[in-house]
């Protein structure tokens, strides 16, 4: 059973360009939940999505933006990337009335140069 | 004041020693607490779930809330090499059980 998948791995990116995070959650969750991690400190909550809609959404600005398949994936879209925007993005599934917590992916490391 | 306070370490003991982790938080309204082990790039992996207040105990770890001292612990007993990793602590509130607050994390090294 695969757990979740996210895709590429690693990115170098130019500040000022977009670029697009791909994620497949675990076979039979719903939920997916975008997460940054910056070196060094905990992931952030960036937003959530269920139901091919954002539920929920943390303190991130909206160059930040989602989308959710109706296969559950999801992709994150990043806008206007700044140096700041350099971490490990992480996708975590999860089922929408679940309280176990999530199964997270090995990550995106994206790098603004 | 962050939500989540994590003591960042690193933390390094021998091999079977008994380690403590803890996290402290503000918002009484956290219902639900998880621990998490990462290692070097990787994601993180769930170690433990716990509810409300009490312990949990899962082989070798054992998880404690006191949500009247707002202070979670994990600790880690007869602790191996392989326990060596970063440990984030996570919780959320019943109305939000989907969204976690993260602890920055402990990195613990256990030498053999």
């Known amino acids: 059973d695969a757990g979740v998948t996210q895709s590429p791995t690693h990115l170098i990116k130019t500040r000022g360009q977009q670029v697009t995070l791909r994620c497949s959650p675990k076979?039979?969750?719903?939920?997916v939940s975008w997460y940054q991690q910056a070196l060094g400190q905990g992931p952030q909550f960036i937003f959530q999505?269920?139901?091919?809609?954002?539920?929920q959404r943390g303190n991130f600005p909206d160059r930040f933006s989602g989308h959710q398949f109706p296969n559950y994936s999801s992709e994150l879209n990043v806008n206007a990337l700044l140096l700041g925007d350099s971490a490990l993005y992480l996708c975590?599934?999860?089922?929408?009335?679940?309280?176990?917590?999530?199964?997270f992916g090995s990550g995106t490391r994206l790098t603004v140069v | 004041q962050k939500e989540v306070e994590q003591d960042p370490g690193p933390l390094s003991v021998p091999e079977g020693a008994i380690v403590s982790l803890n996290c402290t938080y503000s918002?009484?309204?956290?219902?639900?607490f998880m621990w998490y082990r990462q290692y070097s790039r990787k994601g993180p992996e769930l170690l433990m779930y716990?509810?409300?207040?009490g312990n949990k105990e899962d082989g070798r770890f054992t998880a404690q809330v006191d949500k009247s001292s707002k202070y979670i612990s994990l600790f880690i007993r007869d602790s191996q090499p392989s326990d060596s990793a970063t440990y984030l602590c996570?919780?959320?509130?019943?109305?939000?059980?989907?969204?976690?607050?993260f602890g920055s994390g402990t990195k613990l090294n256990v030498k053999p």
């Open positions: 716990t509810y409300s207040s």
């Open positions: 996570a919780m959320s509130d019943f109305g939000n059980f989907n969204k976690f607050y």
């Open positions: 918002n009484s309204a956290f219902q639900y």
């Open positions: 076979s039979g969750h719903d939920t």
């Open positions: 999505y269920y139901e091919e809609e954002e539920r």
């Open positions: 975590a599934s999860s089922l929408s009335l679940g309280v176990s917590g999530y199964t």
